[in-house]
């Protein structure tokens, strides 16, 4: 399988000076220790919004060790790396042992946001008992955020508190009128059978040709984000499988939407006039949209259902199967057979 990732541009290798242990060195290697170990943690915190749990795992650990004073940080660092690696048990294990020393309010909150998002995907009723709990001190330790007040509603309204989770959301929404995060708890309200699913960050942008498209005004359509660049070997490849996939469905039923995270804007819009590419095209110049749905890799294939739920990602080009075959069981089953 064909695939890019977004770090393979970017990454630099570092290479550490050697330290010749003198008694004038020995003098100054506290405040070293500490310039290594705050830049250890910024690149940990780097390498968790690039969603490499691994990486920001490895850089947290380091800073622990080359600065033990930094340890309530780095694991503060290692707790959401873990839950991004998917190891639910190891993050409410420094979680636990987080709360138990005295933390700012904001630190709280967080703290207890992310305990309550680990006992959250349990089916335990204890542990869902408990995750309300922690969302409920988040919210007491930062009333002025909406993400607790979020969580707690959809997770009321999954374990069968329809009227109560629909309250939740609309503090929700007054806590933070116009966000992002307001904008999805009104679909939940609107549709709280989408509660506790993965709903797909709404969207407005202005495509090549001058229409503006937005989530929401594609409701009720299959939505095909397609992430890709005009560098990638692997993203060129498969505008051939976009085009016949246009074809099979009508437009009022499935959306393709193309989003390239070019630079370069002429060969950009060269490469799309040239290759047939008739479907909306965007071009995220500041990376907005690939970063609010977290595509770390090209090319990437987001399908959006008709009420705005994510169900189905796909990355890289599979010389074995088109696109349209690795997506025919999610679009058949919203779509039906195509024509």
């Given amino acids: 399988m064909g695939v890019l990732t977004a770090a393979s541009r970017t990454r630099r290798s570092l290479v550490a000076a050697a330290v010749v242990l003198t008694a004038a060195a020995l003098a100054v290697t506290p405040a070293r220790a500490e310039d290594d170990a705050a830049e250890l943690l910024k690149r940990g915190e780097a390498a968790l919004a690039a969603g490499d749990g691994q990486e920001a795992t490895a850089l947290f650990r380091k800073a622990r060790k080359v600065d033990p004073t930094t340890a309530s940080e780095a694991d503060w660092g290692l707790a959401r790396a873990a839950l991004a690696r998917g190891d639910r048990k190891k993050a409410l294990d420094l979680v636990q042992g987080l709360t138990r020393a005295p933390l700012p309010p904001e630190r709280v909150a967080a703290a207890m946001m992310l305990k309550g998002l680990v006992l959250s995907k349990s089916d335990s009723p204890v542990d869902l008992d408990a995750a309300e709990a922690a969302f409920r001190a988040a919210t007491e330790a930062a009333p002025a ?33 116009g966000s992002d995060l307001a ?6 309200v609107r549709k709280p059978g989408i509660a506790g699913k993965t709903l797909a960050p709404d969207f407005a942008i202005t495509t090549l040709s001058g229409e503006t498209l937005t989530l929401a005004g594609l409701e009720g359509r299959v939505v095909l984000l397609d992430f890709w660049a005009t560098w990638c070997g692997p993203c060129v490849a498969s505008v051939a499988e976009l085009r016949d996939l246009r074809r099979k469905w009508p437009e009022d039923r499935l959306a393709l939407v193309s989003v390239s995270v070019d630079r370069d804007e002429p060969a950009w819009k060269q490469f799309v006039a040239g290759n047939g590419m008739t479907w909306p095209q965007f071009r995220d110049a500041e990376d907005r949209l690939t970063r609010a749905y977290q595509v770390r890799a090209f090319p990437t294939y987001v399908l959006v259902d008709g009420d705005g739920v ?15 075959f690795r997506l025919q069981r999610e679009l058949e089953a919203v779509l039906g057979k195509p024509k």
Avoid at 149 to 167: D, F, H, S
Avoid at 310 to 324: A, N, P, T
Wanted: aromatic share 2%; hydrophobic share 30%; charged share 35%.
């Fill in 145 to 177: 955020s909406p993400t607790p007040l979020y969580n707690l509603g959809v997770l009321q309204i999954t374990r069968g508190r329809k009227e109560e989770g629909l309250a939740t959301l609309e503090r929700c929404r007054e806590a933070a009128p």
């Fill in 310 to 324: 994510e169900v189905r990602r796909l990355q890289g080009l599979d010389e074995r199967q088109s696109i349209g």
């Fill in 183 to 188: 904008r999805r708890a009104a679909r939940v």
